[in-house]
């Protein structure tokens, strides 16, 4: 499965959010905007997280690795 | 490579000029629909209906949401609760989650200036899901279906000083604050700024972006 390395990851959603003035990027130093667009983004490359595991999530590893999740799931289910 | 890979190398942050013709205006069904939609991918909104009057009066009590309530303080009659909530209001729904049909929230557009041509909106969220962000794609529809729907230039918003973080994310991007009243409101024992923030048509609405693209944008 191809997936974005962390580092990847943090940074491309970084440069979506004009966060990039940020030295690291926190799940808590976005407001329920950004979160918004947080999904928007992930959406839009096909990446379902469900509603229920956002809200689960407080940090930005958290959200990494709901992404790896959702790309994986995604991928079994194409295979399958 | 990846779709997120192939993503990563187009134009992050697209002018609204642009819109029409970015990654997230193919990929998003909404911005290609030529008539207001109600419809989004997680949430949808829906009228409100006579058995939304007990959620609707048990979310204006929260301690969480009461000082961001359209109504001013101090406790509301339940038997004035039906008028109230439609006084000055152009169009209010229910957010709903389209899986579960849970309410979620509601969004309102109210004070509408037919001679201006502007409106103030308004969304008040279960704090159950103040933070996960998908229920306010109920605000982006919201806002489309405003400009769409309607004859309007702008839209604004009021935040208090304290509510203000929460609308950085679209400073910038889709809103632009026009204008502060100073210790305009009391609250909390001191009289806080109110900041009144400005959504553009030309921000948020696919119909009149598409019009702009063809030359024919009369905003």
């Known amino acids: 499965v191809d997936v974005l390395p962390v580092d990847d990851f943090m940074r491309y959603l970084s440069k979506r959010l004009d966060l990039n003035h940020l030295s690291a990027l926190e799940w808590s130093d976005l407001d329920s905007f950004q979160i918004m667009e947080v999904v928007a983004i992930l959406d839009e490359c096909g990446v379902i997280i469900e509603e229920e595991a956002y809200s689960q999530i407080s940090t930005m590893h958290e959200l990494y690795e709901a992404y790896i999740a ?5 991928e079994v289910g194409r295979l399958g | 490579m990846s779709y997120m890979r192939r993503i ?11 819109l029409a013709d970015s990654a997230i205006s193919r990929a998003d069904p909404l911005a290609a629909a030529p008539i207001p939609t109600l419809v989004g991918r997680r949430v949808e909104l829906r009228p409100v ?7 609707i009066e048990s979310l204006s009590v929260l301690p969480e949401l009461g000082f961001r309530w359209r109504h001013p303080p101090g406790t509301l009659n339940p038997d004035h609760l039906r008028t109230h909530i439609w006084q000055g209001v ?3 729904f229910i957010i709903r989650h389209r899986t579960s049909n849970d309410r979620l929230g509601m969004v309102i557009a109210y004070q509408a200036s037919p001679a201006n041509r502007t409106a103030y909106v308004a ?3 279960d704090p159950g899901v103040h933070r996960a962000g998908w229920p306010l794609e109920g605000f982006r529809l919201f806002m489309r279906y405003l400009f769409d729907a309607f004859d309007l230039r702008k839209v604004y918003a009021e935040a208090v000083d304290y509510n203000l973080a929460q609308y950085r994310g679209v ?8 204008g502060r009243l100073r210790a305009h409101v009391y609250v909390g024992g001191g009289y806080r700024d109110v900041h009144i ?4 048509r030309a921000d948020w609405s696919p119909v009149s972006l598409d019009a702009a693209t063809r030359g024919e944008d009369r905003w």
Request: hydrophobic share 40%; charged share 20%.
């Open chain 2, 8 to 18: 990563l190398q187009q134009p992050l942050r697209p002018k609204s000029d642009d």
């Open chain 2, 90 to 92: 152009l169009a209010q």
């Open chain 2, 123 to 125: 969304i008040v969220l």
């Open chain 2, 171 to 178: 400073l910038g991007h889709g809103a632009t604050e026009e």
């Open chain 2, 197 to 200: 923030l400005a959504f553009y």
């Open chain 1, 70 to 74: 959702a790309t994986v799931t995604a």
């Open chain 2, 49 to 55: 209906g006579s058995d939304d009057y007990d959620w």
